[in-house]
């Protein structure tokens, strides 16, 4: 698989979304880590309970295999109404990060999701309809290190839908509870990491879904 052509992973409640020269190996390192911290924080509680306790849970588990939170900071929760569909508001909040591609890798990644009927069905189930959920751009900063956003997500709406990315407002009202943490890869604590990451990967059964770009 060239990775020119892939657009980002779905795993579990997780969307990750990734500019388009980044190594397929970076991406798998990525899923796996956020598949295990996925794993980790929800043995802490439900995600559907508690998303502060949650998330703090998940980026803990990051921190240990390499990814470091700048300014250990996690932004309190925010409040966002939902103008056009949640996906709209995705690609607008990825606009707005410093790297002007993140919009673009988000486009990609929702316009390869759509279509897959499997994953959709995988993250109406994982998220409840949208109830919690989150979305992960990832890019290479200046020097080359891998960085990744966090958005932590969650759905209030006036009714809840499958597909619920792409609901169109005029069907409904919504808001989007955003929490949100950017974190940094030292990849020399990763690698020592690399045994219990290659013996957590073989035990996890949660779906992975590539997405690949569609072609224009």
Same mark, same amino acid.
């Given at each position: 698989m060239n990775n020119r052509n892939f657009s980002g992973v779905l795993t579990g409640p997780n969307l990750l979304s990734c500019i388009d020269d980044m190594s397929l190996a970076d991406h798998d390192d990525l899923t796996h880590c956020t598949q295990i911290a996925t794993l980790?924080?929800?043995?802490?509680?439900?995600?559907?309970?508690?998303?502060?306790?949650?998330?703090?849970?998940?980026v803990n588990t990051l921190d240990f295999f390499g990814w470091s939170v700048f300014q250990d900071a996690i932004f309190t929760r925010t409040r966002h109404d939902v103008l056009r569909s949640v996906a709209d508001f995705l690609v607008e909040s990825a606009e707005k990060m410093p790297d002007s591609r993140q919009g673009n890798a988000m486009i990609d990644t929702l316009d390869a999701l759509k279509?897959?009927?499997?994953?959709?069905?995988?993250?109406?189930?994982?998220?409840?309809?949208?109830?919690?959920?989150?979305?992960?751009?990832?890019?290479?900063?200046?020097?080359?290190?891998?960085?990744?956003?966090?958005?932590?997500?969650? =759905?209030?709406?006036?009714?809840k839908e499958s597909n619920f990315l792409y609901v169109e407002s005029e069907k409904r009202s919504a808001t989007i509870i955003q929490q949100?943490?950017? =974190?940094?890869?030292?990849?020399?604590?990763?690698?020592?990491?690399?045994? =219990?990451?290659?013996?957590?990967?073989?035990?996890?059964?949660?779906?992975?879904?590539?997405? =690949?770009?569609?072609?224009?």
């Open positions: 980790s924080a929800d043995m802490v509680c439900s995600r559907f309970v508690d998303s502060a306790k949650w998330l703090n849970e998940y279509p897959d009927k499997p994953a959709l069905l995988s993250l109406d189930q994982e998220s409840l309809l949208g109830q919690h959920f989150q979305v992960i751009p990832a890019r290479y900063d200046a020097k080359g290190f891998l960085e990744i956003a966090v958005f932590n997500l969650e =759905l209030v709406a006036s009714t949100r943490a950017y =974190l940094k890869l030292d990849k020399r604590i990763l690698e020592t990491k690399r045994t =219990l990451i290659d013996k957590k990967r073989r035990e996890i059964r949660m779906k992975r879904f590539d997405l =690949l770009k569609i072609n224009p």
